[in-house]
């Protein structure tokens, strides 16, 4: 509700172009609720408002936008004011921005960027994409082991302003590498004169420049950091990551995740900005390759033809068994895809979580068999021998089910492949196979056909 006040505000002075009012309330605004009224406006409203605001909040602002809305403000504005947004802008924030461009734009916005500034990008996109190096930022307080308290405390003053985050300065050597770190809370209670090396905490932990993006995130869970170190294989420090990183981290990879769970190759882009050549390009592949293998359910079927000439009634159920087959494994595939993401579950496990698997499944299956064997004799009439083929082949699958749900994601990951892959679209397909050749087997002994 408050966020729509704040729009109809901005748009009303806009309107009336009363801008010295627009500027004064947008001053007072945080930073982030004004790149969210910037998202709602049309974009050469965006552009006005933007060149309202303060000079001092441009670059704060600008980092919260959206990639559709910054990509139209920085083409527009002049290569000096284009400069000036990159030059206060945080070095992962500018280098996020500029990944997200065409290389002629990139090349026009370094040039009108300040020589540092175009040397911290240019680091920056040395490293491979997800990894800890493309992420972090450059932007810390560094302290010598040997200055004084007090010593320590001038340095922050002169170069914290442009610093991602204060609260942690990283102690180094003469070689600069990592040897400690102090919190800023210890440097205001210690004597002026103390020696940064003798206060220090030298109990470091720190993130290589290689390291998977998805492994930093879990490496800030397990210690609950708000900022961790990143250093080079030499131990020299090179940059730091921040928690407000790895939130973006978390929500890329946990979208990453849901898209292969649903048969799409993942995209770095958001719905809207996708076009729809490349929205089919995301999804044909893996529809032509379940579609492909699906045809082996239709040969299955075919291969029993005279079968169910004979009993006609057992086409009535396939769809049933089928379903539930695909929607049993698809449980224990999404509850093992998330408990290895999470390294809840190692592939050393694969025998006590097949073991849990197939008690759970042997519940389920009961179960489901006891209620559909009712159904069968009660509302569908039909003979015992066919409600015990269908309520036999209902546990069957559903312990297959299972078992395929659970093991396929551990046997890819252990593989090198992301268990995600190995979700609900590819595992249906599975068990649907191995279901209708259950079904039929069991019909064949039962009912001798």
Known sequence: MEEKVLLEDVKKLLDTKQYTRL?????????????????????????????????DMAADVFSYMDVDSQHYIITSLSEKDAGNIIDNLMADDATDMLEEMPANIVKKLLASASPETRRDINNLLRYPDDSAGSIMTVEFVDLKETLTVEQAIERIRNVGVDSETINICYVLDTRRKLVGTVALRYLLLSPPDEIIGDIMNENVIAINTMMDQEE?????????????????????LVGIITVDDIVDIMEQEATEDIEKMAAIVPSDKSYMRTGVWETFKKRIPWLLLLMISATFTGKIISSFENALSVYVVLTAFIPMLMDTGGNAGGQASVTIIRGLSLDEIEFRDILKVVGKEVRVAALCGITLALANFAKLLLLDRVGLNVAIVVCSTLVAVVCIAKIVGCTLPMFAKKLGFDPAVMASPFITTIVDAISLLIYFGIATKVLGI
């Open 23 to 55: 500027r004064q309330k947008l001053s007072e605004m945080i930073e982030a609720d004004v790149a969210l009224v910037l998202s709602e406006l049309q974009e050469t409203d965006q552009l006005k408002v933007f060149r309202i605001l303060p000079k």
């Open 216 to 236: 930093v995130a879990r490496q800030f869970k397990k210690y609950d950091f708000t900022a961790m170190p990143v250093v080079d294989n030499e131990d020299r």
